[in-house]
């Protein structure tokens, strides 16, 4: 064996233990989300604490440091095999650990800690000045995060890199700005049609039992497999992936919205159909992770919005619904059934907003956190800043700032550069199901018939299997065969909500 390829075979080895660790504490997250006892979080937050603290140290060891340099001290014949890619993300991340003082990741994590429990009391007190102090902490922290790992560079580009790599706020101002006019003209069509759906077809109470079972269905009709899989319930609906032949989702049921428990378990599945087609003999290694958050987002959004609110969906799921829901929509019709789920106006609400005015939620978040991170948005200000954005964008006023600046836990959390990647995901989703039905043809008659596997197929092939070779860019273009585009989100809501409103 060459040097280069011993060096590589003891990285390997000890970076897949370091996963085997963040799977370890993966387990016990999902535990804590789910079925920990009340009094059993204080010692779970110490168990996760020290598991943390195990797998930066195996990161930021020196002897990974020595290793990377023999294993990349000749370049490897091709760019795109697993050997290649593997050393070109643990560089990645190993540099970017590197330029961490752990005391810095320390004070962090103590930071956004005690921030989201007071996170939590001020938005149930609806009041920001509880919040306030721990939001200027934790921009405090982030800034001097973003000023290490930027190295001169765009702070915010630094915090961002740790969610979509490669990506610059600068061409996602030029995305966004781009989307903006587009989303608001649709809004303005839908507002101005003569059709509007009735808002009283959806307001029935449902036990969540039921609810329960006809997820289950839904899950299982699109491909998630439960015997790698289980669905529970929790406070914020989350997957997690923890390692081969075990991927979980979570969602929420309420008994007088049956949307939230609906499509959040649509969207949690799009995220565990991703993990579940990762090449499982990767495991542990990038070559067997996902591309990146904006990618998995864009996984979850195909499934949950142009699968899971489509008309072929249910017509399939429709008698499913009947069946597990009986005596609760029989005096409803499958068409009005779907207008209404997809019913598009503007809210308040990040969570609950429609496929329309989603974006523009995001659009705002991330000027706002831009701001916050570079001073030019003083913490204080963040409330009145938030309810201008709102009024001039989507022309409402939070009454409260629960429902205004508190309603996301990103900030306390310290999430600095995430948000984008939620309106990326919509983008990418749109091109990925456009060039999937370019390929594949209409899918309309084959949800109808509760077939989902061609497409499913289609994004293992195309997305899943390539784990991280690809960062989103080359992805879209070896997936697609064009470069990344808001123009296919565009085309794909001015055609489903023009027939759905009539206009
Ligand atoms: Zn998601």
Redesign the pocket.
């Known amino acids: 064996m060459t040097r280069t390829r011993v060096a590589y075979e003891e990285l390997a080895r000890r970076l897949r233990e370091r996963a085997l660790l963040l799977s370890t504490k993966a387990a016990l997250e999902w535990d804590e989300e789910t079925y920990l006892p009340p009094s059993g979080v204080e010692h779970r937050s110490q168990q996760i604490a020290q598991l943390a603290g195990m797998a930066h140290e195996m990161l930021v060891s020196p002897r990974i440091g020595e290793l990377l340099g023999e294993a990349t001290s000749e370049p490897w014949e091709d760019s795109r095999s697993t050997e290649a890619v593997n050393l070109r993300e643990w560089s990645r991340l190993y540099r970017r650990n590197q330029r961490l003082e752990r005391a810095l990741v320390e004070e962090e994590a103590r930071v956004v800690s005690v921030a989201q429990h007071a996170w939590a009391e001020a938005r149930r007190a609806r009041s920001f000045a509880l919040f306030r102090p721990h939001l200027e902490r934790v921009l405090d922290v982030k800034r001097r995060q973003a000023q290490a790992l930027s190295e001169g560079g765009d702070p915010y580009d630094a915090l961002l890199e740790e969610f979509e790599p490669g990506m610059r706020s600068t061409r996602l101002g030029a995305l966004f700005t781009a989307l903006r006019p587009e989303l608001l003209s649709l809004l303005d069509r839908i507002r101005g049609a003569s059709r509007q759906p009735d808002p009283r077809t959806l307001q029935r109470r449902i036990p969540a039992e039921p609810q329960r079972r006809l997820c289950e269905h839904l899950a299982r009709a699109l491909g998630y497999d439960f015997t790698a899989g289980r669905l529970d319930t929790s406070a914020h609906p989350f997957s997690t992936h923890l390692g081969p032949g075990d991927t979980r989702i979570t969602t929420r049921f309420y008994e007088e919205d049956l949307c939230e428990g609906l499509f959040g378990t649509l969207?949690e599945t799009g995220?565990a159909l991703y993990d579940q087609g990762l090449p499982v003999e990767h495991f542990g290694t990038p070559r067997g992770d996902a591309a990146s958050t904006a990618i998995h987002?864009a996984q979850?959004r195909l499934w949950e919005n142009f699968v899971g609110r489509s008309l072929g969906f249910w017509r399939h799921a429709w008698p499913l619904l009947q069946h597990e829901w009986a005596g609760h929509f029989e005096d409803i019709s499958l068409p009005d059934f779907h207008f209404s789920i997809n019913r598009v106006r503007a809210s308040l609400n990040r969570v609950r907003a429609d496929e329309v005015t989603y974006n523009l939620h995001i659009f705002i978040r991330f000027e706002l956190e831009r701001a916050l991170l570079s001073g030019a948005l003083d913490a204080k200000d963040l409330p009145e800043a938030w309810n201008a954005a709102y009024r001039e964008q989507l022309g409402l006023t939070p009454p409260d700032d629960a429902e205004g600046c508190l309603q996301d836990g990103h900030w306390s959390a310290g999430m600095f550069g995430y948000f984008p990647t939620y309106a990326l995901g919509n983008i990418l989703a749109a091109q990925f199901f456009a060039a999937a039905t370019r390929e594949l043809g209409d899918f309309e008659e084959a949800f109808a018939r509760g077939e989902f596997s061609r497409l499913l197929s289609w994004l293992r092939e195309h997305v899943h299997a390539h784990g991280q070779t690809f960062w989103a860019d080359e992805l879209i273009q070896e997936a697609t065969g064009g470069p990344l585009s808001h123009t296919w989100l565009v085309e794909f809501l001015t055609r489903k909500y023009s027939a759905l409103y009539g206009f």
Do not use: A
Request: glycine residues 0%; aromatic residues 0%; without cysteine.
């Open positions: 969207h995220h987002e979850s």
